[in-house]
């Protein structure tokens, strides 16, 4: 698969080196998951992962006694974090889950990689390589990888049920590696025990959904995840689609977007109960709430004033939620959404919207407001010469001179 020439991008020195203090004292190390299947697609590797045969204490004692640093991250699954030139590496002894409970399981380690690999979800994410680039492939993972064809090993209906965010992982690797073509069984085992996606936490819907959607032909793979997105949050509209529609480029989309992409998933709501269920970032909590504050019936006005509140890099974001939001709201027609979205993106072009310095900020000093009309367009004429490079602290401290140098 023309793997070979990439190979010293994963057998680098630091992981040989690994490699090589567990076997030398006495155990097997193989690499294993995520960076093989990348090495073999050619596509950029991240972390590396690492199953031998010693256990997590012998680990321990193996990198604790030559001082390096050592994390007990999954201690009671095997798994034991070591920082090596600042990079963490995950070993984890090779086991089998005697019991699964989606994130937690009864496990019973062994000396045998096949019997690890079997409890692996898919058949890609199942093959091991040795320090000499010698692979292992127990479940003809390597064959799947060439055809893009994302199998789960064994059962799915098992696989599926010993974790439930396997759901969405399948739709994701579907996305990522599968050229989102779904299997029509793993879809109705899918379908069928969809309403135990609830029994995830938030958390780690939110993770798998965010990875999901920062691709920008996401669009594709909604149609099969459709009955679980209903699950989820009682869908009415598909806001990625309306986007489509509306032309907007989805690869000027950032991750953390997942509202524009899904701004009628949570009717019932509010801003508040929403992030303190998903814990979204703060630049998010914020654009949030404008989902839920903005008044549509003055929607160009409102907009104006938020647009004003918001960062520049957000702007885009909003615009063109704004647009899909009121689309879905069928409170007015296409074309004068599309010209509602042409009248923002050009104030959002405009001088004034990018000076975030406001007369508030000099609330705590007495002045007139004539004088405060003064020190804003002395200000304001300072930022406009520094080519718009200055931020409020900045701005303000600007001000701060122009009214001590004028008592």
Not at 6 to 35: M, P, Q, W
Not at 46 to 61: F, R
Not at 340 to 364: G, P, Q, T
Not at 381 to 393: M, P, Q
């Amino acid at each position: 698969m023309g793997y070979q020439e990439k190979i010293s991008d994963l057998l680098t020195e630091d992981v040989i080196f690994i490699l090589n203090k567990i076997e030398n004292a006495g155990y097997e190390a193989r690499i294993v998951g995520g960076a093989v299947r990348n090495l073999l697609m050619g596509i950029n590797i991240s972390d590396v992962d690492i199953a031998t045969t010693a256990l997590p204490n012998e680990i321990k004692m193996i990198f604790g006694e030559s001082g390096m640093k050592v994390v007990p991250s999954g201690i009671n699954y095997g798994t034991v974090t070591i920082i090596y030139h600042d990079i963490p590496y995950e070993i984890t002894t090779l086991r089998r889950d005697i019991k699964n409970l989606g994130r937690k399981a009864i496990v019973e380690f062994t000396k045998s990689f096949e019997v690890d690999s079997e409890r692996r979800d898919f058949t890609m994410n199942a093959i091991y390589m040795d320090k000499n680039g010698r692979m292992y492939d127990f479940h003809g993972g390597i064959d799947d990888i060439y055809m893009k064809k994302v199998r789960f090993i064994g059962n799915p209906s098992t696989r599926i049920s010993e974790d439930f965010l396997r759901i969405l992982r399948y739709f994701r690797f579907v996305s990522y590696y599968g050229n989102f073509e779904c299997d029509a069984e793993y879809l109705s085992i899918i379908y069928s025990v969809k309403e135990k996606i609830h029994l995830l936490s938030y958390e780690r819907i939110q993770n798998e959904l965010l990875k999901i959607f920062e691709l920008s032909d996401a669009y594709r793979i909604i149609p099969a995840m459709r009955p679980v997105l209903d699950e989820l949050f009682a869908l009415n509209q598909n806001p990625l689609e309306i986007a489509v529609e509306l032309g907007i480029d989805l690869s000027s989309i950032e991750k953390f977007c997942l509202l524009l992409k899904f701004s009628s998933l949570f009717p019932s709501l509010n801003a508040k109960e929403l992030n303190n269920r998903y814990k979204f970032p703060k630049r998010m909590k914020r654009l949030l709430a404008l989902h839920f504050d903005i008044n549509t019936r003055r929607y160009e006005n409102t907009a104006k004033i938020y647009l004003k509140k918001i960062r520049e890099e957000d702007r885009l974001f909003f615009v063109n939620w704004l647009a899909v939001k009121l689309c879905i709201e069928n409170k007015v027609s296409k074309k004068q959404i599309l010209k509602i979205r042409e009248k923002l993106f050009n104030f959002c072009n405009s001088e004034y919207v990018d000076f975030y310095f406001r007369a508030s900020d000099l609330v705590n000093y007495n002045l007139s407001k004539e004088k405060i009309k003064e020190v804003m367009k002395y200000t304001k004429s300072i930022w406009i010469s520094s080519e718009k490079d200055l931020s409020v602290k900045n701005c303000k401290k600007i001000a701060e001179n122009f009214i001590e140098a004028d008592k």
